[in-house]
Nanobody
Framework: DVQLQASGGGLVQAGGSLRLSCVTS????????IGWFRQVPGKEREGVAC????????YYADSVKGRFTISTDNVKNVVYLQMNSLKPEDTAVYYC?????????????????????????WGVGTLVTVSS
């Protein structure tokens, strides 16, 4: 069974950095796309970043492009989200998710735009709080 667990959240000052990890099981890297999403109470789940674990192509939401970096360790089956230049509006619960596909960039864009409907599997989130 596919299981995903996000971790690494915490409290950080604006302008600071944080790295999130998504530990996976039952996920064969190379056959999946992995995405990071975030959500605040009362709002839709928002796609942040996505990576094709086969060719490591990536796609980022405009709100985080240039600040966040998604990457993989295909040996440990871990996906990371390096977050730099954090802003208070980045505060959210962050989730990692997996889709059994190896999509092109346009496909990853669609996955992020679809939010909760864009991925097959979801993990428990981790809270990121950015103070001003």
């Amino acid at each position: 069974d596919v299981q995903l667990q996000a971790s690494g959240g915490g409290l950080v000052q604006a302008g600071g950095s944080l790295r999130l990890s998504c530990v996976t099981s039952g996920v064969t890297f190379g056959d999946y796309a992995i995405g990071w999403f975030r959500q605040v109470p009362g709002k839709e789940r928002e796609g942040v970043a996505c990576i094709n674990t086969f060719d490591r192509r990536t796609y980022y939401a405009d709100s985080v492009k240039g600040r966040f970096t998604i990457s993989t360790d295909n040996v440990k089956n871990v996906v990371y989200l390096q977050m730099n230049s954090l802003k208070p509006e980045d505060t959210a619960v962050y989730y990692c998710a997996a889709d059994h596909s190896i999509p092109p960039v346009n496909g990853m864009r669609a996955m992020l735009e679809l939010g909760i409907h864009g991925m097959d599997y979801w993990g428990v989130g981790t809270l990121v709080t950015v103070s001003s």
